[in-house]
């Protein structure tokens, strides 16, 4: 599964790790308690996203093949690949297995778009 990294609409520092290969749709689903905002790119029930910080740090961690985590974006290793979950909204068993490869991409992704926004914030 291809993944992207996204600049949230609604707040400054907030980006979301999407799904890249499936198109933008947004719905509701009724729940126990009301509704509850649906999106297709999405990785699993629950958001994976952060601070420009958190991704490079979720960067960091895939280039080293570590397990990370932050309040709402998450990764863990498998023999198969990276496992992306958001910990406050998710748990591991409902992850989103990612190939290597596509995990490697979304690493290099977030560094060529953050990066030089980090910097700038701590110079």
């Known amino acids: 599964?291809?993944?992207?990294?996204?600049?949230?609409?609604?707040l400054d520092d907030w980006y979301v790790v999407e799904r890249?290969?499936?198109?933008?749709?947004?719905w509701s689903e009724p729940t126990a308690y009301g509704s509850?905002?649906?999106?297709?790119?999405?990785?699993?029930?629950?958001?994976?996203e952060g601070t420009a910080a958190h991704m490079l740090a979720l960067a960091d961690a895939i280039a080293a093949r570590e397990r990370w985590s932050a309040k709402r974006c998450?990764?863990?290793w498998a023999s198969d690949g990276a496992k992306?979950?958001?910990?406050?909204?998710?748990?591991?068993?409902?992850?989103?297995?990612?190939?290597?490869?596509?995990?490697?991409?979304?690493?290099?992704?977030i560094r060529?778009?953050?990066?030089?926004?980090?910097?700038?914030?701590n110079a």
């Not at 509850?36 to 994976?48: F, G, I, K, N, Y």
């Not at 992306?84 to 596509?102: E, H, K, Q, W």
Request: hydrophobic residues 45%; charged residues 25%; proline residues 1%.
């Open 20 to 26: 890249a290969d499936v198109e933008a749709k947004q």
């Open 1 to 10: 599964m291809k993944l992207k990294i996204t600049k949230s609409d609604a």
């Open 36 to 48: 509850r905002l649906m999106v297709s790119t999405r990785l699993s029930d629950a958001d994976c």
């Open 84 to 109: 992306f979950y958001s910990p406050r909204n998710s748990d591991t068993a409902t992850c989103v297995m990612v190939l290597f490869a596509d995990a490697d991409d979304l690493a290099g992704q």
């Open 112 to 121: 060529a778009l953050l990066g030089a926004v980090v910097e700038a914030e």
């Open 74 to 76: 998450g990764v863990f």
